[in-house]
T-cell receptor
């Protein structure tokens, strides 16, 4: 079945440590997105990418980095510069908006990140 | 600036009754799309329904319908015949089709719905 796979489901970070969240999709989507969700809140965009080897900052990019070396993969690194990383992280993908504007973003099951 | 507002942090509904979840939006882009997602306690985001700004009719999808009032900039979700499995958080989101057409979604704060047996 086509879908988005995020791993790990739970992740713990020590002080001063960088951690990487994995996101893989087999939907052949060009666009991929990373969101952060704090408890009881909506989703906020961290980074997005519309094409391989290109990505743009979202609304809360500070303390995060991404790469897009393959169409299927869009890993997110939470760096030590992110002082409050505890949150639920969701990865999404979609076809390019110009191709089909009514197509929704498809989401993975998320990764819960906590500080040790 | 674009914005989505969901004014109901929490809602209760009796099983088998209908419920309306409110969503208002703000945008200067004449072309946009509105989405509703359901997020159960497990965390995944489930797409429910879509309404385009130029659509003449309100969207419907099974028990879900969208009450789209363009002049008032509102896109309320109506769930008919509520079921216990409808208990979840519901998010309204908007995608502007101008501004480089990035496909970014802007989310509201969400409404938590609890269905009572």
């Amino acid at each position: 079945d086509g879908g988005i796979t995020q791993s790990p489901k739970y992740l713990f970070r020590k002080e001063g440590q960088n951690v990487t969240l994995s996101c893989e999709q087999n939907l052949n989507h060009d666009a991929m997105y990373w969101y952060r969700q704090d408890p009881g809140q909506g989703l906020r965009l961290i980074y997005y990418s519309q094409i391989v080897n290109d990505f743009q900052k979202g609304d809360i990019a500070e303390g995060y980095s991404v790469s897009r070396e393959k169409k299927e993969s869009f890993p997110l690194t939470v760096t030590s510069a992110q002082k409050n990383p505890t949150a639920f992280y969701l990865c999404a993908s979609s076809s390019l908006p110009g191709e089909s504007s009514n197509q929704p973003q498809h989401f993975g099951d998320g990764t819960r990140l906590s500080i040790l | 600036a674009q914005k989505i507002t969901q004014t109901q942090p929490g809602m209760f509904v009796q099983e088998k009754e209908a419920v309306t979840l409110d969503c208002t939006y703000d945008t200067s882009d004449p072309s946009y799309g509105l989405f509703w997602y359901k997020q159960p306690s497990s965390g995944e985001m489930i797409f429910l329904i879509y309404q385009g700004s130029y659509d003449q009719q309100n969207a419907t999808e099974g028990r879900y319908s969208l009450n789209f009032q363009k002049a008032r900039k509102s896109a309320n979700l109506v769930i008919s015949a509520s079921q216990l499995g409808d208990s979840a958080m519901y998010f309204c989101a908007m995608r502007e089709h101008g501004s480089g057409n990035t496909g970014k979604l802007i989310f509201g704060q969400g409404t938590t719905l609890q269905v009572k047996p």
